[in-house]
């Protein structure tokens, strides 16, 4: 980050050749030397991956195409910006959806069509001022080191109040990102008995979300949602909470009031699309589909997964023909995803059973085994239960039986993924068959797993490892024991010294422990054990 907005390296984004010239203008006469500009999306996020800015000043309209508020969120989301980059959002706008959408991807300011010189210099210089203390904390959270990052904010707390707030935003990120829940509870607790605010108890009700405390959790976020019904990150929370206690419907309330509120967020929309699809309100599950597949077209957020949910619902109104369409559109647009691919397959003979084509629905699902053959463990959980219940409407229960049972045993403590397994039992007329299924399944998996932390306790770390590498041929997707296997090799290392080679296989299964399930509370913790030991003498 400069020091000085003399210093700063700045891109300006607009459409309108003469607005960047009059605001690189500006610039000049304020003595700003390294400049780049941009007329659209593609030639900004093009110059944002190649160079580090410090100031980004871009319009919010930008024509056809990603509009500013969708390349910031693009921004963000591949990092190419980080705590210590000043964004600016400028518009000529000032319709409540506009100021919603762009709210919720949080630009540093904005402002307000026309500008001034005068005005534009006053804004940055205290951005400027108020960013200076985060590159430090920026490049620790780069590297990974989350507890230097923590203690780097706590110093700047001490010595910059007037940066107090977002410096602790960013702690109360950083405690959660590591899984340390009962020091994230403590600080928030603290932040909120000197002053209640959405952010804060918002944080609290996520601690509580991500311990399993659901009912909690929902008190915290409908409290942030009573004193501001604008908080729509409470709103997103406290969906996923009802989701979690199966309160489906009340969860599609939620959401379908968040999208009055803001009814540009795509990712929202994906969400009341899928919880109105569970509920079996198919006619608001299709109209949420299409707004998010049109909200998403020039969005980072855009998925195969929106317009595999569309074709499901449209199936499920006995009208399969249309269903074809959308899944021919999703194999046109998602053409390189092999898992858009299989999910197509899956859908498409889902689709044909409907319209009473079971030869042309066998031909879809073998298509799908066979592309299923050739990613192994990279398919979701909701594909393989999709193609599971298509193979037991055709009559082929063993398949369907065992792509069940491995659903289960990769997902054995996901109480979500369960009982959908337990539905499509249900649905099929195979309740009782489907819980023995189940419950034998999570047996072997917590045998497997009792038996290397038995190993590793004993010091047996060699054992262990090679158990659990046995068992993940198997169970590629099962987050505990992929992380149970990283804590044997980190365990061995702390005892005989550091291995290189085990350092690069343990944050290679890391990457697929976050890919997983980003809220796995042992990420983190063996992330900084990892760095600590890969800088350690050998």
């Keep these: 980050m400069a020091t000085s907005l003399k210093q700063s390296a700045t891109l300006v984004i607009d459409d309108f050749q003469s607005m960047r010239t009059m605001l690189m203008g500006f610039l000049k006469s304020m003595g700003v030397a390294s400049m780049d500009n941009a007329g659209t999306a593609k030639e900004a996020l093009a110059l944002l991956a190649a160079r580090k800015y410090d100031i980004v000043i871009c319009d919010y309209n930008l024509g056809h195409g990603q509009n500013g508020q969708q390349i910031l969120e693009e921004a963000k989301y591949k990092n190419y ?19 919603m959408g762009a709210a919720e991807t949080k630009p540093d300011d904005y402002l307000l069509k026309p500008i ?23 490049k620790a959270v780069k590297a990974k080191d989350y507890i230097r990052a923590i203690a780097l ?4 707390i001490k010595t910059r109040p007037t940066s107090t707030q977002e410096l602790q935003r960013i702690k109360s990120d950083l405690l959660i990102t590591i899984g340390d829940f009962p020091a994230a509870k403590a600080y928030f607790e603290s932040i909120l008995a000197v002053r209640s605010t959405p952010w804060a108890k918002t944080a609290l009700g996520k601690v509580h979300f991500m311990s399993k405390d659901y009912f909690r959790a929902k008190e915290l976020f409908q409290e942030v949602l009573d004193e501001n019904k604008m908080y729509l990150e409470a709103a997103d929370w406290l969906a996923k909470t009802l989701d979690a206690l199966g309160d489906l419907k009340e969860a599609q309330l939620v959401l379908s009031n968040a999208m009055f509120l803001s009814p540009n967020a795509t990712a929202r929309q994906k969400s009341l699309a899928d919880a109105a699809y569970k509920n079996g ?28 949910g569309l074709a499901k619902v449209l199936t499920a109104k006995d009208d399969p023909a249309e269903a074809l369409k959308v899944l021919d559109r999703s194999r046109d647009e998602f053409r390189d995803d092999p ?13 044909y059973q409907k319209m009473g084509q079971p030869e042309k629905a066998v031909a879809a699902l073998a298509l799908a085994e066979e592309l299923m053959r050739d990613q192994p463990g990279n398919v ?52 009782s068959e489907g819980d023995e299924l189940i419950k034998k399944s999570a047996q072997e998996v917590i045998a497997i797993n009792n038996q290397g932390v038995i190993l590793a306790n004993e010091g047996k770390f060699e054992e262990g490892i090679k158990l659990m590498r046995q068992a993940l041929k198997n169970l590629p997707n099962n987050d505990l024991m992929i992380a149970n296997l990283c804590g044997m090799m980190i365990g061995l290392m702390s005892r005989d010294g550091k291995d290189d080679r085990l350092i690069f296989e343990a944050r290679e299964h890391l990457d697929r422990v976050r890919k997983i399930n980003p809220g796995n509370k ?17």
Excluded at 281 to 308: F, P, R
Excluded at 522 to 538: D, Q, R
């Design 380 to 431: 979701s959980a909701t594909t393989a239960m999709d193609m599971a219940n298509a193979l037991l409407k055709l009559g082929q229960k063993n398949k369907a039986c065992g792509l069940l049972e491995s659903v289960v045993k990769n997902n054995h403590e996901n109480a979500g993924i369960i009982h959908m397994v337990e539905a499509v039992f249900e649905d099929a007329g195979m309740g």
């Design 522 to 538: 042992k990420y983190n913790v063996y992330v900084n054990i990892l760095n600590k030991l890969a800088s350690a003498p050998a």
């Design 339 to 351: 898992e858009a691919a299989l999910q197509t397959a899956v859908l498409e003979g889902m689709a």
């Design 153 to 156: 904010c706590d110093e700047q």
């Design 116 to 138: 001034t010189e005068s005005l534009l210099e006053t804004r940055l210089n205290k951005l400027i001022e108020k960013k200076l203390s985060l590159e430090p904390i920026e």
């Design 81 to 99: 910006i980080g705590y210590s980059t000043i964004w600016m959002m400028v518009t000529a706008e000032k319709t409540m959806d506009m100021f």
């Design 281 to 308: 309100a198919l006619d608001l599950a299709q109209s949420a589909y299409e707004k998010a597949i049109k909200l998403s077209e020039h969005s980072v957020h855009k998925s195969a997964n929106t317009y595999a």
